[in-house]
């Protein structure tokens, strides 16, 4: 019993060891090909930088004789960044996700939500206060409505002939670019005014056993004013034509009465298993179905004995010969030389073995007994000598 627990804990570090080799085996690929895209986009970047800052000494040096850079993609969206470089490829690690939001209670307790006012504290629209659109917990960005915007490149091959070449988007920010702003009102001067809140912690943690969500309650640390959550927009609801109208689905169909069974037979026959192979009574259709399916099978299963090649033919008609024949009787003549060859056969093997087919005489009462065999001679003793 000790061997075959020794043998299962050691199996099981085995495969805990294979398991973690593969797992980091995977983490490594993942952040592999993550620095891969992000080079790329770097490198994309700096290219197009590069081309923009050889353009304008172009222009300043050789006027108009400088070369064109509207061609090709850039063709109606010369100046504009490509969609490749619009959003961070892949996710960014807990430490870096941590840092961009320390100020909102850090990664896994967030304190923002889609909804939220928040004032931009870098790029063009600093100082400007808008409403967030779109947060990614995997980046630990957020995009506000009509603010950083950009103009992206599309590819001619996804814009099509009649679309534009450029389109006017958000680009995403780091939490740590913006600041929520809510209005308070000062307890001295009883006004109410929109202040930039630096600081959120959660407080209240709640979790649901069932869903696993979690709720909390966002709070200023220091004035210990809970901030409450954006209220959630209803979707829009469209109508179609192909929709049911409600005045049809409360409409009544069908009124049960004492005549008839409480719903249509055909709603019976779908609960009840109209062709269950449990069911002892069927319909006589459904039975005359099942016989015709059954015929159907001999019959080519006959067609399939019919079909037989020369050869098999010519079998066949040899074993019906023999069988018409019936079996062979043995003749007297035919048993005197079958008697007359088990003889030779029995002679020839007892000549060759040695052996004579006579019986042995029987030994007289007074002829000598027999001399001792070698075995008796050795263990009896000599005779005495005279």
């Not at 062709?275 to 015929?295: G, I, K, M, N, P």
Request: hydrophobic share 35%; proline share 8%.
């Amino acid at each position: 019993m000790q061997k075959i627990l020794r043998r299962v804990a050691t199996a099981e570090r085995v495969a805990v060891k294979r398991q973690k080799g593969k797992d980091l085996q995977f983490y490594k690929k993942g952040k592999a090909e993550e620095s891969k895209q992000r080079n790329q986009q770097v490198g994309m970047a700096l290219g197009e930088i590069g081309r923009a800052k050889q353009a304008i000494r172009d222009d300043w040096a050789m006027g108009a004789l400088s070369p064109r850079t509207d061609i090709k993609e850039e063709h109606g969206a010369f100046g504009t960044i490509g969609e490749s470089r619009f959003a961070s490829p892949g996710s960014y690690s807990l430490a870096v996700r941590n840092a961009r939001c320390q100020w909102a209670g850090g990664a896994y307790y967030l304190n923002l939500a889609k909804g939220d006012r928040v004032v931009l504290l870098d790029g063009p629209d600093k100082g400007r206060i808008g409403y967030i659109s779109d947060i990614n917990h995997d980046t630990a960005e957020l995009t506000v409505k009509d603010l950083n915007k950009t103009n992206i490149r599309i590819n001619p091959l996804i814009r099509g002939d009649l679309a534009e070449a450029a389109a006017n988007i958000e680009l995403p920010l780091p939490i740590s670019a913006v600041r929520l702003v809510h209005p308070i009102t000062d307890p001295t001067t009883n006004t109410t005014r929109d202040v930039i809140i630096n600081q959120l912690v959660h407080s209240g943690l709640v979790t649901d056993r069932l869903s696993g969500k979690r709720r909390w309650q966002r709070v200023v640390p220091g004035l210990n004013i809970s901030i409450p959550w954006p209220v959630k927009e209803e979707p829009e609801i469209s109508d179609y034509k192909a929709d049911t109208l409600r005045i049809n689905v409360e409409e009544k169909t069908f009124v049960p009465t004492l005549l008839r069974p409480p719903m249509p037979e055909a709603i019976i026959d779908e609960l009840r298993g109209k062709y269950s192979r449990f069911r002892t009574r069927h319909d006589a259709e459904y039975v005359a179905r099942l016989e015709a399916e059954d015929q159907a099978k001999k019959d080519r299963a006959k067609l399939m004995e019919s079909m037989r090649t020369p050869l098999q033919e010519f079998h066949r008609a040899e074993r019906a010969n023999k069988k018409k024949k019936g079996k062979p009787r043995l003749t007297l003549e035919m048993l005197e030389k079958i008697g007359e060859v088990i003889a030779k056969n029995r002679e020839r093997t007892l000549n060759a073995a040695g052996v004579s087919d006579a019986l042995p005489s029987q030994p007289s009462p007074d002829a000598p007994p027999p001399p001792p065999t070698s075995s008796n001679a050795e263990s009896s003793p000599p005779p005495p000598s005279t």
